[in-house]
């Protein structure tokens, strides 16, 4: 079965940190750029952040930046989003999606993108 499969969600108090796992079953994520996606409660999902194939490359949202960090590492087949300095407007359902088409930059963090591959999500809450 060819899935992306994220994990590393859970409750956090404001300031502290969640690394996010997106592990591929069925394929090789190498030839795949990703990117990180979130939706908050009444809100359209958001891009948050992609990093290319080769990891040369990444992007932010502006929301973000200086505080996630995304990483790869094709020999484990899984890509990484550590948050750092979370606050209440980070707590959404968090996805990550894979696709090998249009190239990459910064659009394939654009609404409605289409991706060929998405994960279940897994949910990030900040609270005290």
């Known amino acids: 079965q060819l899935q992306l499969v994220e994990s590393g969600g859970g409750l956090v108090q404001p300031g502290g940190s969640l690394r996010l796992s997106c592990a591929a079953s069925?394929?090789?994520?190498?030839?795949?750029?990703i990117g990180w996606f979130r939706q908050a409660p009444g809100k359209e999902r958001e891009g948050v952040s992609c990093?290319?194939?080769?990891?040369?490359?990444?992007y932010y949202q502006d929301s973000v930046k200086g505080r996630f960090t995304i990483s790869r590492d094709n020999a484990k087949n899984t890509v990484y989003l550590q948050m750092n300095s979370l606050n209440s407007e980070d707590t959404a359902v968090y996805y990550c999606?894979?696709?090998?088409?249009?190239?990459?930059?910064?659009?394939?963090?654009?609404?409605?993108?289409?991706?060929?591959?998405w994960g279940q999500g897994t949910q990030v809450t900040v609270a005290s």
């Open positions: 990093i290319s194939s080769s990891g040369d490359n990444t």
């Open positions: 999606a894979a696709d090998q088409s249009g190239g990459f930059g910064p659009w394939v963090l654009k609404r409605g993108r289409p991706y060929e591959y």
């Open positions: 069925g394929f090789s994520l190498d030839s795949y750029y």
